[in-house]
T-cell receptor, first 112, second 113 residues
């Protein structure tokens, strides 16, 4: 079962930062926070993941609160191509296993 | 990254028939996963396909309805059996290389009429 809650939809102006929140209040100590996105008619795409420290890569930044009960995915300069459904997932990072349980996600619309 | 090819990309099928979906990966992987995405919904894990053993099904999915084959480390098939309109969905294959991220195919869009 999905263990996260996210807003159903959000809008963001092109060129501005998109901040997507996720609540995971029942997260366990050994569970990571993963973010994926699904652009229309494509398979989901990995964005970033983290345990308790903030993480940054070429796509996005992940900010995890100190109590780990919530996190925020930040797209620093949103483009029209970032319009997608964004999924926040918590799971144990086990070797070889990658079964993901998706919630409903946030539909982000980047507006010109 | 991993390159995943799914066939067919889409199909329209008559109720009562079966469709086999193929998933080919460009490198060897231990586990492959099959997901279903019903119209307007999120993804739901159907089963985990391990090479050399029977697939492990999630609650609500059974082998008779969704038989899976995993003959080698780069290939798997999912069959949707005795289809009904409720089976109209996108079916996606997924693999992981290492422990960090999963890669997904483009999906098979199935319409049952």
């Amino acid at each position: 079962d999905a263990k996260t809650t996210q807003p159903t939809s959000m809008d963001c102006a092109e060129g501005r930062a998109a901040n997507l929140p996720c609540n995971h209040s029942t997260i366990s100590g050994n569970e990571y926070v993963y973010w994926y996105r699904q652009i229309h008619s494509q398979g989901p795409q990995y964005i970033i993941h983290g345990l308790k420290n903030n993480e940054t890569n070429e796509m996005a930044s992940l900010i995890i609160t100190e109590d780990r009960k919530s996190s925020t995915l930040i797209l620093p300069h949103a483009t029209l191509r970032d319009t997608a459904v964004y999924y926040c997932i918590v799971r144990v990072e086990e070797g070889g296993a990658n079964n993901l349980f998706f919630g409903t996600g946030t539909r982000l619309t980047v507006i010109p | 990254s991993a390159v995943i090819s799914q066939k067919p990309s889409r199909d329209i099928c008559q109720r009562g028939t079966s469709l086999t979906i193929q998933c080919q990966v460009d490198s060897q992987v231990t586990m492959m996963f099959w997901y279903r995405q019903q119209p307007g919904q999120s993804l739901t894990l159907i089963a985990t396909a391990n090479q050399g053993s029977e697939a492990t099904y999630e609650s609500g999915f059974v082998i008779d309805k969704f038989p899976i084959s995993r003959p080698n480390l780069t290939f798997s098939t999912l069959t949707v059996s005795n289809m009904s309109p409720e089976d109209s969905s996108i079916y996606l294959c997924s693999v992981s290389r290492g422990i960090k991220e999963a890669f997904f195919g483009q999906g098979t869009r199935l319409t049952v009429v």
